[in-house]
């Protein structure tokens, strides 16, 4: 059984930043790759950046790439999104989640709105 809980979103003006958290509670974050997610009005559930455990990789997606980092704090069993240079197209609701070795979401926290707006 895993918890997430993402907190940090809100309101933020273009070219700003942006710290998103996820507490983790009930495993390791060893067990798991913790992933962030991202859905825009109209558009997909996205995945937007994940640092896996299993095989030392960080991965981003094209239009964050450059702008944004993921990072964990294992003691606070906490995982990071830092938000930099935003635009107005990275408004979305924020979601991590749990993916097992296989691939598969084992757990989604509820979200967390960001907006980029003047």
């Known amino acids: 059984q895993l918890q997430l809980v993402e907190s940090g979103g809100g309101l933020v003006q273009p070219g700003g930043s942006l710290r998103l958290s996820c507490a983790v509670s009930?495993?390791?974050?060893?067990?798991?790759?913790i992933g962030w997610f991202r859905q825009a009005p109209g558009k997909k559930r996205e995945g937007v950046s994940c640092?896996?455990?299993?095989?030392?990789?960080?991965y981003y997606a094209d239009s964050v790439k450059g702008r944004f980092t993921i990072s964990r704090d294992n003691a606070k069993k906490t995982v990071y999104l830092q938000m930099n240079s935003m635009t107005t197209d990275d408004t979305a609701v924020y979601y991590c989640?749990?993916?097992?070795?296989?691939?598969?979401?084992?757990?989604w926290g509820q979200g967390t709105q960001v907006t980029v707006s003047s």
């Open positions: 989640a749990a993916v097992t070795a296989r691939g598969t979401v084992a757990y």
């Open positions: 009930g495993a390791s974050l060893d067990y798991y790759t």
């Open positions: 640092d896996s455990s299993s095989d030392g990789g960080v």
